[in-house]
């Protein structure tokens, strides 16, 4: 079965701190992807990135990266130089790869991320 | 804007009645979903079609609830006979076919309040 676990369920900083979101996933497929999705206060997912199981590079996106481990099953997203916009629900996701895998995303119980001026 | 879109927003209703929400998903994807979140937790997958065809449900979704996607296009999710429990929000997502990293991109949401 396809889990995911965010175990931090809020974190408070100050704008400027650097901050690193957590996220432990458990499946048997071989191919599968990864995601994290941003839920601001108005409620609409948005889209950050995506990882497939092949590609274990980091990946940066201005004050944003992503270190994706398959040794320790984690894809971890680091925001550095924390912004009050930042504040939000973040929601890591896995879902099944290849012919014929389930189309649903599994998602995490998300982790509140307040960024204090 | 040519995003997911949904309606309505928000929904206040009393125990045992039935409710329809819509979902418009991006223009040219094939693929829509339906996803339930309740307070404190991730969204749950309920359903999702490729084109009018219901391919895959979740036990989550009861007999109480049904989804369709008759041209394609537009879908629909009805809750018959509502109950407190059904309070939730409600998310559609699409996709195209094309493309094999599952990316989906999601619509704001109904907030269903069951009374």
């Known amino acids: 079965a396809q889990k995911v676990t965010q175990a931090q369920t809020e974190i408070s900083v100050v704008e400027k701190e650097d901050v690193t979101l957590d996220c432990v996933y458990e499946t048997r497929d071989t191919t599968y992807y990864l995601f994290w999705y941003k839920q601001p206060p108005s409620g609409e997912l948005v889209f950050l990135i995506r990882r497939n199981s092949f590609d274990e590079q980091n990946e940066i996106s201005g004050r944003y990266s992503w270190n994706f481990q398959k040794s320790t099953s984690s894809f971890n997203f680091t925001i550095t130089a924390s912004q009050v916009v930042d504040s939000a629900v973040y929601f890591c996701?896995?879902?099944?790869?290849?012919?014929?895998?389930?189309?649903?995303?599994?998602f995490g119980k998300g982790t509140k991320l307040t960024v204090n001026p | 804007d040519t995003g997911v879109s949904q309606n309505p927003r928000h929904k206040i209703t009393k125990r045992g009645q039935n409710v329809t929400f819509r979902c418009d998903p991006i223009?040219?994807?094939?693929?829509l979903y339906w996803y339930r979140q309740t307070l404190g937790q991730g969204p749950e997958f309920l359903t999702y079609f490729q084109n009018e065809a219901q391919l895959e449900k979740s036990r989550l979704l009861s007999d109480r609830f049904s989804a369709e996607r008759p041209k394609g296009s537009f879908s629909t999710l009805e809750i018959q006979r509502t109950e407190q429990g059904d309070s939730a929000m409600y998310l559609c997502a699409s996709r195209p076919l094309a493309g094999v990293y599952n990316e989906q991109f999601f619509g704001p949401g109904t907030r269903l309040t069951v009374l």
């Open positions: 223009s040219e994807h094939n693929r």
């Open positions: 996701a896995l879902s099944e790869g290849g012919q014929g895998g389930s189309e649903k995303l599994v």
